[in-house]
């Protein structure tokens, strides 16, 4: 029984996790999908090139809900089922590769840093907080998102060890989760990594071009905001035989 709980538990996390808000939620706010434009990665960052701050925070937010969730979930109830930290890890894990192998979006979704910050809040207040804090103080630094993501993927791990017996006490299989979601993150950020070292990577809060974030058609309509191609390369016509 507590076997097949824990692959319900671990199944839910991953189906919750497959949920690419930035895809449903730039679909409501009737914005171009994310993976059309910019890095054609479906996360907040990308969003964010849209224009609309709001939906950046809204998929932000709602990307590490997903994470956070399943694992607050094990730990409020899973002792009374004999669900413990392992399973916590297991779920959080698969909540974080849910948003990175969607089954909802042929498994294709985005890099999973708000999602791996959620499961890292959910596992610890102190531990979430403190690699949001290191994130944001390395974005602020360097004004790459990638950048501060890849720095807060290799640290992650060495916080959650050397932070053992003070603000947290550590397991080892809560250690492992958060050190496999560190080598998945690092994978995701290859084209990012060879970006910055070509120096081409975009800097945060840079707008994909406009003509990539127009609003996306409904029903076959332009809605407001979108682009018509232009016209000035067409040629008048020729008059000169008319009567």
């Known amino acids: 029984m507590q076997s097949f709980l824990l692959l319900l538990a671990v199944l839910a996390g991953y189906l919750i996790g497959s949920l690419s808000f930035a895809v449903i939620v730039s679909r409501v706010m009737g914005l171009s999908d994310p993976r059309t434009f910019g890095s054609k990665n479906p996360g907040a960052t990308n969003v964010l090139r849209s224009g609309s701050k709001a939906a950046a925070i809204l998929t932000l937010l709602l990307d590490a809900a997903k994470g956070w969730l399943p694992v607050v979930l094990v730990k409020w109830y899973g002792q009374a089922y004999g669900l413990g930290d ?6 959080g894990l698969a909540a974080f590769l849910g948003h990175v192998f969607p089954v909802y979006f042929k498994f294709s979704g985005g890099k999973g840093v708000a999602t791996a910050f959620g499961v890292l809040l959910g596992l610890s207040s102190w531990l979430g907080m403190a ?3 290191l994130w944001l103080l390395m974005a602020l630094v360097f004004r790459y998102s990638s950048l501060a993501s890849i720095i807060v993927a290799v640290l992650a791990p060495v916080v959650y060890v050397l932070g053992d017996g003070g603000l947290w006490i550590m397991n080892k299989s809560v250690a492992l989760g958060v050190a496999v979601m560190s080598l998945v993150l690092l994978y995701r950020h290859a084209e990012n990594i060879n970006r910055l070292i070509k120096g081409t ?3 945060l809060g840079k707008k994909a071009a406009a003509d990539s974030v127009a609003h996306a058609p409904v029903h076959g309509h332009a809605k407001h905001g979108h682009r018509h191609p232009p016209q000035i390369d067409q ?5 000169s035989n008319r009567p």
Request: charged letters at 35%; proline letters at 6%.
């Open 86 to 91: 392992g399973t916590m890890a297991l779920v």
């Open 131 to 133: 690699t949001a804090l």
């Open 201 to 203: 990577e975009s800097k």
């Open 235 to 239: 040629k008048p016509k020729d008059r």
